[in-house]
C-alpha cells in the first residue's frame, strides 16, 4: 500500500489479508473470530474506517510456523511466558493475532464461528479496551438499536470488572 491509497483502497486491502489469514487459519485448524474494528463495523450504525485488521485466535503450537511458512515476519508478545499477541507482517501488509487465554475469549470464539465477534462479545471488548475509537464504537453499536442479550454482556463485563465503564456506555444509547 503507498501512501497516495485511499482509505477504501487500504481497506480494501485488509480485509484480502484478513480473509487470506482466515483460510490459512483454518487449513491449519486454528480457531479464529474477527476481532477489533472490523467486527465492530458488524453492527455500527455508520461506518468507520480502520487502518488494522484483528483476529482473536486460539493458541496452537504450529501457529508461528504455518504464519512464517506462509511468508509473514512475527513478533510474538508474551505475558508470563504464555503468548498473548502475534503481530504478523509482510511487506506493507500487517494483522494482529491476539492470542485467547481465558475461558471468555474461548467462549467468544466459539461464538464467532468462523466469523465477527457476535454483538455482545465486541460490546465487552470494546469495553475492556476503552480507548477513545472503542468508545466511538460502543456508542455507535448502541445508537444504531440491534438487539443484544444484555445479560450476556452484563455478567462479562462484572467478571473483566469494568462495570463502571458499561454502566457509562449505556447513558450514550
Do not use: C
Not at 7 to 15: H, I, M, S, V
Not at 64 to 83: F, H, Y
Not at 90 to 100: A, E, K, Y
Not at 121 to 136: E, F, Y
Amino acid at each position: 500500500m503507498s501512501n497516495g491509497d485511499s482509505d477504501t483502497e487500504r481497506e480494501g486491502r485488509l480485509r484480502s489479508v484478513l480473509h487470506e489469514t482466515t483460510e490459512l487459519l483454518d487449513r491449519a485448524g486454528v480457531p479464529w473470530a474477527i476481532a477489533g474494528a472490523f467486527a465492530a463495523d458488524e453492527y455500527r450504525g455508520t461506518h468507520r474506517f480502520t487502518t488494522d485488521a484483528d483476529l482473536l485466535v486460539q493458541w496452537r503450537d504450529e501457529l508461528p510456523t504455518v504464519l512464517e511458512q506462509a511468508g509473514w515476519n512475527l513478533d510474538v508478545k508474551r505475558d508470563a511466558g504464555e503468548p498473548h499477541l502475534i503481530r504478523a507482517r509482510r511487506g506493507l501488509d500487517s494483522i494482529d493475532l491476539i492470542v485467547g487465554g481465558t475461558e471468555y475469549q474461548s467462549l467468544a470464539i466459539r461464538r464467532a464461528n468462523r466469523g465477527p465477534l457476535t454483538i455482545e462479545d465486541v460490546l465487552i471488548h470494546k469495553v475492556i479496551a476503552w480507548r477513545p475509537k472503542d468508545r466511538d464504537d460502543i456508542r455507535s453499536i448502541l445508537t444504531a438499536g440491534e438487539e443484544y442479550d444484555r445479560a450476556y454482556v452484563d455478567h462479562w463485563v462484572r467478571e473483566w470488572d469494568v462495570e463502571d465503564r458499561w454502566r457509562e456506555a449505556l447513558t450514550w444509547s
